[in-house]
């Protein structure tokens, strides 16, 4: 019987190859001694889990509905009463009372109520999957369409990339709140789409410089010049040569923006201005400072939520860039 | 030299042109304008189209779009920045009466953020590692993700908590007037924009510190004998503050989104609050105004920020 042997193939020295299956366990150690060298970026991919985890679930884990308003039974609702009596005493007229501003812990709301008698706490989760839907969903849009006119710009060169940066420039000229403003109102009551979309715009410009920079620093390389002396097209070079070594800039103006379109969904929440029916922690912050002086809980709360999202996003952001590429550190 | 500067104002001016256009297209792509406000809120008879209709042609919004563009740009090339629909006076005047304010908070609020943030940055670079460092680090990755708005929340709440002073809503305190009163109204909005602009810049700063101090230039002035303090501020720190310049546009940017929330917290008759009750009322002349000055202040902090470049780097030279 004879068996012919197959040479096994050697990888060479100094290759890695990354198709090659990891194990769970060796995953997990690798995760541990990143986690470990990088501690703050380890709280963040915590935080982002955590959040993640709430945006996701948030219909099963929520206790109630955040618009139902919670009242009990009025005892001192008399059905009998006259209009003197009521206007002595208002409180005889309605047979239910709302349970407004009750305290957090202290009944049956975890994070008390709201000046409706709202679950802030079915709030809160509510409005998780909202911030999150916003951040990412504006950070993509921002990539893809920023990384796209960036390549555009920074590959050819010229007067297309003079046009095209001193129209990014006139994007950054505007201070970002005033854009988002006048985005967002071209609806009456801005749709969560048109948020998004507006939070994209805005990052679109920053997307454009970082990737155009990043563009020209790959498109000088050897391999480059090999394509195209074998007569590859524009595109194909573009797409095949120039892109995939980009890929992690790209990768890291995508997470670690995310924090700051949430945080500026939460500022046009606050003024009014974030879409319309639905429950956003930029609006319960708002919402909470009627009675700031004796019921802070609404606004301390929403604010908090916004903060620790925002950095949970920051942190892993700023963990996956110095992973990735630390040249783009202080950008 | 005087090349690069020349070149730099055409383009600006170009910069200038796109920011008008987009202003121009976003205004009126927005379904309401003046007349249908103004229409709705005097108005109560049954049908409004012909009030709106009359409106627009008293205003002059039913011109076509190409030739109110046109007339738009013509205004701005003689320096007219149009005038108000409701108020009826034109926008430089109603500007002049708020930019005091406005620059009155805007210079505190960057004052404490460089008060803030340069120290800080400093003095948690010199200790890295410690729990100085550690804490210091704490506090701007802290104010980076607060939203400013939380930060005037908390702060108002420890005023009130803590009974600190009493906010007088009423009137127009300012500095020169009645400087107490200003005082009072003024700290919060100022430490909270302090803490928002600042807490990037603390960030900055340190890592370009730490960065710096590795240089070979500040082994040399060591080694001269050069006292430490001497080290830290003329070699160090003026070197680090290159990449916080860098981002001074984007600070300015941040500072007047601030100030539009802040001023509209605080009912501060200010600019921002100006701008933001423009938008709501669809009064856009006004609007369209004050957004060119505030991008004209923009593109020109960018065109000093490079021309200081040279100025703080002999190294770098223009053409």
Known sequence: ?331 | MTNYIIRRLLLNLLVLWFVASLVFIGTHALPSDFAQKRVASTFTGQDQTEAIASARRELGLDKPLARQYVEFMGELARGDLGTSLETQESTWAELGRRVPTTLELGSIIVFVTFALSIPIGVISAAKQNTWIDLSLRAVSILGVAMPVFFVAILLSLLVVRFSLFEIDVVGHPHLWTDPEAAVKLYVIPAIAGGISGGAGIMRILRSQMLEVMRQDYIRTARAKGLHDSRIWVRHALKNAMLPVLTVMGLTISGIVGGQIILETMFNIDGVGRFLFSRLNARDFPPFQGTVLVTAFIIVTVNLAVDLTYAWIDPRIRYT
């Open chain 1, 1 to 331: 019987m004879t068996q012919t042997q197959q040479p096994a193939a050697l990888p060479a020295a100094g290759y890695t190859d990354f198709r090659r299956r990891r194990s769970v366990g060796s995953t997990l150690r690798r995760a541990g001694a990143l986690a470990r060298r990088n501690k703050l970026g380890a709280v963040g991919v915590i935080l982002v889990l955590l959040i993640l985890f709430v945006a996701i679930f948030s219909p099963l884990i929520k206790r109630y509905d955040d618009t139902e308003s919670f009242q009990t039974a009025n005892p001192d609702f008399n059905p009998t009463a006259n209009p003197f009596e009521i206007a002595a005493n208002p409180g005889l007229a309605s047979p239910y009372i709302l349970d407004r501003w009750e305290s957090p812990l202290g009944s049956d709301h975890w994070l008390g109520t709201d000046q409706f008698g709202r679950d802030i706490y079915s709030r809160i989760v509510v409005g998780a999957r909202l911030a999150v839907l916003i951040g990412v969903g504006a950070s993509l849009i921002a990539v893809i369409s920023g990384s796209i006119v960036g390549l555009v710009s920074g590959y050819f060169g010229g007067k297309i990339d003079l046009v095209i940066q001193r129209f990014v420039d006139a994007i950054q000229a505007f201070p970002g709140l005033v854009l988002l403003m006048l985005i967002v109102s071209i609806m009456d009551r801005p749709s969560l789409t048109l948020m998004i979309v507006a939070l994209g715009f805005l990052g679109f410009a920053t997307s454009v410089r970082i990737v155009r920079s990043s563009v020209l620093g790959v498109s000088q390389a050897a391999f480059v010049e090999a394509a195209r002396s074998y007569g590859a097209t524009d595109i194909r070079i573009m797409l095949q040569h120039v892109l995939p070594n980009i890929l992690a800039p790209i990768l890291v103006v995508f997470s670690i923006s995310i924090g700051a379109y949430i945080l500026a969904e939460a500022s046009l929440s606050f003024l009014g201005l974030g879409p319309a029916d639905k429950t956003t922690w930029g609006k319960m912050v708002n919402a909470g400072r009627v009675a700031l002086d004796l019921h802070p809980w609404e606004s301390v709360i929403s604010g908090a939520a916004i903060t620790l999202a925002v950095l949970g996003f920051n942190l892993a952001g700023d963990a996956i860039r110095d992973e990735l590429d630390p040249r783009l550190r202080g950008r």
